[in-house]
C-alpha cells in the first residue's frame, strides 16, 4: 500500500515481492471495510491491515493510479497509458 503512517510502500507492513508468470491470469481481490484493508492474489492473502487510528494516503505520483493500482517489477511487455505501468486485466 502506498502510505501507511506515512511509511512509504517500500517499507511498510504490507511490502511484498512475488514472482509471477509471463502469460498467466491472476485473480486478485480487495476488500476495504471501516475498520480494516485486505487484499488476495490467487488464494493468497498478501495484506490484511487494521486501518483503526492508523494515517492511510498515497504519495502525490501515483494519485492516478487511485482507486487501485498494481506497481509491477521487472520488463514491461505493454504500458498503461494513463499511469505508465505494465499489465493488463479482464473480467
Sequence with gaps: MSSIDSQDAANNETTRFMDFQTGRWYLSELRVT?????????????????????TI???????ESKPMGI?????PRR???????AGSSRR
Design 34 to 54: 471501516d475498520a480494516r484493508i485486505q487484499a488476495w492474489i490467487d488464494a493468497d492473502k498478501v495484506v490484511d491491515l487494521t486501518t483503526t487510528d492508523r
Design 71 to 75: 506497481a509491477p517489477r521487472g520488463p
Design 79 to 85: 504500458r498503461c497509458a494513463s499511469c505508465n505501468c
Design 57 to 63: 494516503s498515497i504519495r502525490l505520483e501515483v494519485e
